[in-house]
C-alpha cells in the first residue's frame, strides 16, 4: 500500500511573488513532487476540493495581520475537504471524509506532529453534502454565524443588510437572519443573483449593485432605516449603509472585497460620522476566534438544512489544481455565483 | 422691578446664513430687543458665561443630525450658565445659579411651557465654579464620563489614547482614565498643552501633532498596541491611532473636529480595516442620551475635583456676545488652551 502511495504524483500552486492589484499568472508556480506518506500517526488526504475564498487575497500580502501571511515559494493556503487514503492515527480511519486546510494542492500530508494545529477534523455527510462543508457547514457558514449572531446581534424585526448576499458568507446570513425573525435586504450584482436570494432564499429584497443606485434602493426598501448591515464589500456601498443606518445601528465588519485589490489606500468610509449621529457601533470579526463554538453553529445550521429552512448553493469549477489561479480571481470579478469551490478529484 | 427688567436690552447673536468651511463674519448678525420678562411661571436668567464646543458647527449645518440644526435667524444655540434675576416659578428664587441652553445672548427668558425642555436646572457652586460646570460638571465632563466609562469600557492597566487632550473633553477624559488605573497617553498641539497635561493632569505622555509624527510617537509611547482610543479630532491622527490599536480595542467617536470646516467630503479612515484585524469595535457617543444619569457622574467628578484627583482649566474669553465669533474660530485653529468658555457678564 505504501509502495503504491508513493508512487502517485501530487499537483501543488505556490505562490511565487507578492500580487500587486489582481493576481496574475506571474504570481503562481506550479510544481509536482511525489506524494509524503506520512510515518506512525500521521494522516493522508486525498482533496476532493477548496474553498476558493476572499481572504486568501490578503494571506498573499506581506505583513502583520490575524494570520501569518503565505512564504513566497509555500503552497497556497486553502480550506478543503477530502478522503482519507492512509492513517497511522487511531483517530482517522481510511475512507473518512475530513476537512481542513490542505492548501492548494491534490494530496494532504499531515505529519504526526502537525495533526494537532492542521485543522484535520471528520466531517459528517449525513449534515450536508461534501461541498456544504466547505460552505453553510464550513468557514463562511461560521463567519455568517457567528459575525450575525455575537457581533450584529440581530432582533426579530429589525431590518438587515447584507453585500455580497449570494456570495457564501450572504446567503447564510440572510436566511439565518430571516429564520430570526429579521427583514432581510440583500446588495447583489446582476439580475440573476438578486432573483435568486429573493425567490430562492426566501429575503424579503435585493438591490443590484450593477444597475441604478444602491443608495437609491436602500431609501426606497429600507425606509425607516437599517439596523443591522453586515459588510462583505466596503467601499462606496458601506459608505451608503452608514448614511441610512439607524439608531444603535450594527455594522458588521466582515470583508472589504471591493479594496482587496487596490493598488492605491483602502477607501475609508467618509460617512463614518454616522457612527456618532445614530450612536451606532462597528466591529470587526475574524471566525477563528470561535473554533470552539463551531459544532454549536454546526449543529443548528445543519438542523436548518435538513428541515429545508435553509438552502446553499455551491459554484462548483472542474479542473483541477491547474485552474486555481483563474478561479480565484472570479472572486474579485464577481463572476462566481454562489460559494466558489475547485474541484480536485471527482 | 417687572419695570426695571423691561428696560434692560438683550443682545443677541444669530445665525445669518449656513458657512461654507471655517465661518466668517458674514454669517452671524447681531441683534438687540428688550427684555422678555416672562409670565407666571416662568424665569429670566442673566447669563453669566458660554460654553463654545466643537459640536457648535455641526449645529449650523443643514440636515438630519442628533438634534435639529439652528434655524437662519434663530439665536445661536449655545449652553451657559448664569443666574436667576426674575422667577415666577417656585423651583426657582431670584439668585440661584443655574446652568442649561441660554443661546448667544445676554438674558435668557423661558416660558412657563418651555420650561420643562429647557435644561434649566440649578447648580450647586460649592461642588464647582461656574465655569467648571460648563467644563467638568458640565456638557464635556458628561460627555467624557459617559463616552469613556459606558462606551469605551476602559480597564485597569490598560493603554487609553485621547486626542484633543488638552480640550474640554480631553482633559476630562484622560484624568478619569489615569484614575481608573489606565496608562494614559494624549495628543494635542504644542508643547505647553502637551507639558500641561503632563506635568499637571498627570497623564503618563503627550505627543505634539505639531512636531513630529503622530504615527511614530504611538509607536514609541504605546509599544505594545492601544487599547482605548478616544477619539476627538478624526483625519489622520484617527487612521494613525488605527494602525497601532490592539485586539478588541474600542475606538470612541465622540468628535472629529479636523473635518467639521471641511468644503470637500469628511475624510474617511482608511486604515478602518484594521477594525476587522483586531476584532475592534469603532462606537459613537451623544451625551443627551445620558441625562438620567448625569447626576451620578457630577456627583463621582465633583468628588475628584474636591480631593484634588481631578484639575479643569478653562480658558476664559471677555468680551461679551461680540467676541462670539472670532472667539468660537479659536476651537478651529486650535488656539484655545482648555475648555473655551466666553464670559457674557461679570
Redesign the interface.
Known amino acids: 500500500m505504501t509502495e503504491t502511495l508513493s508512487s502517485l504524483v501530487n499537483h501543488q500552486v505556490r505562490l511565487a511573488a507578492r500580487p500587486v492589484g489582481l493576481p496574475t499568472a506571474a504570481d503562481w508556480q506550479f510544481t509536482q513532487e511525489p506524494v509524503a506518506v506520512p510515518e506512525a500517526g500521521g494522516v493522508l488526504v486525498k482533496v476532493g476540493a477548496l474553498s476558493l475564498d476572499p481572504a486568501m487575497r490578503g494571506w498573499m500580502n506581506e505583513g502583520?495581520?490575524?494570520i501569518p501571511p503565505v512564504g513566497i515559494g509555500e503552497v497556497m493556503r486553502a480550506g478543503g475537504v477530502g478522503v482519507v487514503i492512509a492513517s497511522g492515527h487511531p483517530g482517522f480511519a481510511v475512507g473518512d471524509a475530513v476537512g481542513g486546510y490542505p492548501g492548494v494542492q491534490e494530496y494532504w500530508s499531515i505529519a504526526a506532529g502537525q495533526l494537532a494545529r492542521s485543522g484535520l477534523a471528520k466531517i459528517d455527510l449525513g449534515l450536508g453534502r461534501a461541498t456544504q462543508w466547505l460552505n453553510v457547514l464550513g468557514m463562511p457558514g461560521m463567519t455568517a454565524y457567528f459575525g450575525l449572531m455575537d457581533v450584529g446581534q440581530p432582533k426579530a424585526g429589525e431590518t438587515v443588510v447584507v453585500s455580497g448576499a449570494a456570495g457564501a458568507v450572504g446567503q447564510t446570513v440572510g436566511q439565518l437572519a430571516r429564520i430570526k425573525g429579521c427583514r432581510v435586504v440583500g446588495i447583489a450584482g446582476g439580475a440573476a443573483k438578486c432573483e435568486w436570494v429573493v425567490r430562492e432564499l426566501g429575503f424579503d429584497a435585493c438591490i443590484d449593485y450593477k444597475v441604478g443606485s444602491v443608495k437609491d434602493g436602500l431609501k426606497q426598501l429600507c425606509p425607516e432605516g437599517v439596523d443591522l448591515y453586515f459588510d462583505n464589500v466596503?467601499g462606496d456601498i458601506l459608505?451608503d449603509v452608514l448614511a441610512r443606518i439607524r439608531r444603535r445601528a450594527r455594522i458588521v465588519?466582515?470583508?472589504?472585497i471591493s479594496?482587496y485589490n487596490n493598488t492605491t489606500?483602502?477607501?475609508?468610509?467618509?460617512?463614518?460620522?454616522?457612527?456618532?449621529?445614530?450612536?451606532?457601533?462597528?466591529?470587526?470579526?475574524?471566525v477563528f476566534?470561535y473554533t470552539e463554538r463551531y459544532p454549536q453553529a454546526v449543529a443548528e445550521l445543519a438542523g436548518y438544512l435538513g428541515d429545508g429552512r435553509m438552502k446553499s448553493r455551491e459554484d462548483l469549477v472542474e479542473g483541477g489544481v491547474a485552474a486555481f489561479p483563474d478561479t480565484l480571481n472570479k472572486l474579485f470579478t464577481g463572476a462566481n455565483f454562489g460559494k466558489l469551490v475547485l474541484q480536485i478529484a471527482p
Do not use: F, T, W
Not at 253 to 256: Q, S
Not at 266 to 286: D, F, I
Open positions: 502583520k495581520s490575524y466596503g459608505d465588519i466582515c470583508g472589504a479594496q489606500a483602502v477607501q475609508g468610509p467618509k460617512n463614518y460620522l454616522s457612527l456618532l449621529v445614530n450612536r451606532a457601533r462597528m466591529e470587526g470579526m475574524v476566534d
